[in-house]
């Protein structure tokens, strides 16, 4: 079974920057396409930013150029640098695992933009 544990949420000012980190326990982790994801208040689920197994990564418009998505294969974790952070950024923000249908979520970490 695979769990996921989000860590590195919290208040910052605008302009700040954050680490978003993930751990994945079980196994094949190396295997898994990884992603980040948030949800605000009344708003959906929305992507974040997406990695391969390969080290493909793919962002939503909203984060390029100052969000980065990487993972650490041998620490079984896979990171989102926050840089320029906004307001609008504040979410509470989620770590995804997919592989050969199996999805799982993390509990997620709460991220506040705010002066």
């Known amino acids: 079974q695979v769990q996921l544990v989000e860590s590195g949420g919290g208040l910052v000012q605008p302009g700040g920057s954050l680490r978003l980190s993930c751990a994945f326990s079980?196994?094949?982790?190396?295997?898994?396409?990884m992603g980040w994801y948030r949800q605000a208040p009344g708003n959906q689920r929305e992507l974040v930013a997406t990695?391969?197994?390969?080290?493909?990564?793919n962002y939503a418009s909203s984060g390029k150029g100052r969000f980065t998505i990487s993972r650490d294969n041998a620490k079984n974790t896979v990171y989102l640098q926050m840089n320029s952070l906004k307001p609008e950024d504040t979410a509470v923000y989620y770590c995804?695992?997919?592989?050969?249908?199996?999805?799982?979520w993390g509990q997620g970490t709460q991220v506040t933009v705010s002066s």
């Open positions: 990695i391969t197994a390969g080290s493909n990564t």
């Open positions: 079980g196994s094949a982790f190396r295997l898994y396409e």
């Open positions: 995804n695992a997919g592989w050969n249908l199996r999805i799982y």
